[in-house]
């Protein structure tokens, strides 16, 4: 059995399906040879952490697999059994500290005050957890160089709605929320002041996680979990998540 795997850093590159999408998690431009899925720029002398691996598994051979690493399998005979086991690890572990934390919203809030609200604490969290979302031409795909970081939270979000009208229809009505404000008129200092304690506190406990490309795809997960639960459909979402590009821009996370 051949398997490749390409590690948690090529994610922005692979064009994985939207967290709300069926085929969350898988991607869209994983190839015959997936090396190729990663920019030309990743060359032979690409740091070691953003090259693809291709292994042979042999009968009776196991193979660990880190968490969040990407991989295709094939078999290469007629006959071909293999087992999956999950196992917990440090990361799940503590992005489950992070999900047991309360959450600053109201239950008697309805759709524009939940997707408001949700728009500034996203923002806040992502000003605390040191989140930054480096600039990318458009139509480019993110670099590999030598001495580039693991792409953010904000850049994984955007590659995954790549060609979103193809995902969402194009003829989907306009939703309002893409010129939602990033701080409503309406919202308090008081309440403002709960969303930046609540978000202090959750990004204290991500930040945790490590390596930073582990912790970037897991808050992208639950960005896009929690803008979906906001808006209750995936076309509200979407507009949701660009609005937060633009509102995290406008406080320097761009």
């Not at 998690?25 to 190839?31: C, D, E, N, V, Y």
């Not at 799940?92 to 500290?97: D, V």
């Not at 600053?104 to 000003?127: C, D, H, I």
């Not at 193809?166 to 409503?184: F, I, N, T, V, Y």
Request: proline residues 10%.
């Amino acid at each position: 059995k051949t398997l490749w795997l390409l590690p948690p850093t090529a994610a922005a590159s692979l064009h994985v399906y939207p967290r709300l999408h069926p085929l969350s998690h898988f991607s869209r431009a994983f190839p015959a040879d997936p090396r190729r899925a990663i920019n030309a720029t990743c060359a032979a002398d690409a740091p070691e952490e953003r090259r693809a691996f291709v292994v042979t598994l042999s009968e009776g051979e196991r193979l660990y697999l880190p968490p969040l690493f990407f991989h295709a399998a094939r078999c290469d005979s007629a006959a071909c059994i293999s087992l999956n086991l999950w196992v917990p690890s440090g990361a799940m572990r503590t992005l489950a500290e992070a999900d047991a934390l309360p959450l600053p919203f109201e239950e008697k809030w309805g759709t524009e005050s939940r997707a408001a609200a949700t728009l500034q604490f996203l923002t806040l969290l992502l000003v605390h957890i040191g989140e930054d979302d480096p600039p990318t031409a458009a139509g480019a795909e993110p670099s590999c160089a030598a001495g580039d970081g693991p792409p953010s939270a904000l850049a994984l979000v955007r590659s995954r709605w790549t060609a979103a009208d193809d995902l969402l229809h194009a003829d989907r009505p306009p939703s309002g929320l893409e010129a939602a404000k990033c701080l409503p008129p309406w919202m308090p200092e008081t309440l403002l002041d709960k969303f930046d304690a609540y978000a202090r506190k959750r990004a204290a406990v991500l930040a945790r996680i490590e390596p930073a490309a582990v912790r970037a795809t897991l808050l992208a997960d639950w960005m896009e979990q929690i803008a979906g639960w906001a808006t209750g459909a995936p076309a509200p979402s979407h507009d949701l998540l660009e609005r937060l590009r633009a509102c995290a821009a406008e406080v320097g996370l761009d």
